[in-house]
């Protein structure tokens, strides 16, 4: 046997092994990654859960450890005023995402199904206007809102979170219903049914996931929306959430009620935090759907 054919599997365990190492290295940096991305995104809820079981100078007493002192949280519940301001911001957020989901699907249909020249150019009017900054529209809103009569009202609320919803909604949903296998439509319109009949027959039963995903980032982006909220509710009784939140104050003008505050943020990001659990599966299949064509 030649040294040639000897070193051959020598050669063939070095690599293999070289190999190995270099897999369990990036596996390494693969665990060490996910686990700063961990850290980064849950230590500032854990701070929030910590700083709210804490009162007085024993904030500053080890910071990261808990105290399971409740107090904050009674108060809380014993808050007509914050627990109002709850059942307002869940009546608007879920006002919001319906009326959304309804004019955005329609919209996406005739968006994405039916062909007429303007398609294209609608289409970059409702990217612009998902994108454009509260504070432009503000007093074009404020003028609105006073003209018909909705001041100081949570409606006033519902018709300027569609402004950012609806262009929202309807963009998403354009995208998924081109997805759809044309086959589809023309099946059903052989067979005499109406552009009506085909979006709540046919197409709308097969967006489920689509509708779970897109219905929840609209409900979370109502329910944390803070400047329109400020800007058009006057009264404790008809506030959101975030605002009540911000305007929480001390028992004297120089406490910052930082506990108080906390606990308020933990019971609020709780909602939030239940749906995306309970509709988890429907929102990862939304989000990826139409990522693979096949």
């Known amino acids: 046997m030649t040294d040639a054919a000897v070193a051959l599997p020598a050669r063939r365990r070095r690599s293999s092994a070289s190999y190995r190492l270099e897999r369990r290295i990036k596996k390494g940096f693969l665990v060490v990654a996910v686990g700063l991305v961990l850290i980064y995104t849950l230590f500032p809820y854990y701070w929030a859960i910590v700083s709210s079981t804490k009162q007085g100078a024993a904030l500053y007493r080890n910071t990261f450890l808990p105290a399971f002192d409740l107090t904050y949280y009674k108060a809380l519940y014993e808050n007509r005023i914050f627990l109002g301001s709850l059942v307002n911001s869940a009546f608007v957020a879920s006002s919001t995402t319906a009326l959304s989901l309804i004019l955005g699907i329609s919209a996406a249909y005739a968006l994405g199904r039916i062909d007429f020249p303007q398609r294209r150019g609608v289409l970059m009017t409702i990217l612009m206007i998902s994108i454009f900054p509260q504070v ?129 943020s933990v019971t609020v990001t709780l909602p939030l935090i239940i749906l995306v659990l309970i509709f988890q599966r429907r929102i990862v299949a939304g989000l990826t759907a139409g990522a693979v064509k096949g």
């Open 136 to 264: 432009v529209v503000l007093s074009g809103m404020f003028e609105l809102i006073n003209w018909l009569g909705l001041y100081n009202r949570p409606s006033a609320l519902i018709l300027t979170y569609l402004l950012a919803t609806v262009p929202f909604t309807t963009w998403i949903l354009t995208t998924f219903i081109r997805e759809f296998p044309r086959e589809l439509e023309e099946a059903a319109i052989i067979d005499g049914c109406s552009h009506f009949r085909i979006l709540t027959k046919i197409l709308l039963p097969l967006m489920g996931p689509s509708l779970a995903s897109t219905g929840i980032l609209a409900f979370i982006l109502a329910w944390n929306e803070f400047l329109f909220a400020l800007t058009f509710i006057l009264t404790d009784e008809n506030r959101t959430v975030p605002v009540a939140i911000g305007l929480m104050g001390g028992s004297s003008r120089y406490e910052y009620p930082f506990g108080q505050i906390m606990a308020a």
